[in-house]
């Protein structure tokens, strides 16, 4: 069986549960899985995806200046390796 075959049996059967769940998510009158939102939620929900990004932004940019440094201590080592 071909890998895009493969991949195509089981994006379907996903794609077809989304799409029969769907009317159930909306739940009554369009109220949802969470219940009825006024301001205070939409604003809070809003702070928190805000406050995600922030600190996904941060940790990536921690990691990358590690995986940097290391990068250079390496390179370093090997420079030095050579002279000799």
Do not use: C, N, W
Not at 2 to 26: D, E, G, K, T, Y
Not at 63 to 74: C, F, I, W, Y
């Amino acid at each position: 069986m071909s890998r895009a075959r493969r991949i195509l049996l089981l994006v379907i059967p996903a794609l077809l549960s989304l799409l029969v769940m769907s009317p159930a998510a909306m739940g009554a009158d369009g109220v949802g899985v969470y219940g009825r939102t006024d301001d205070k939620v939409v604003t809070l929900f809003a702070f928190g995806v805000m406050g995600f990004f922030v600190l996904l932004v941060i940790t990536a940019s921690i990691v990358q200046g590690r995986l940097d440094s290391r990068k250079e201590r390496a390179r370093e080592e090997l420079e030095r390796l050579r002279r000799l």
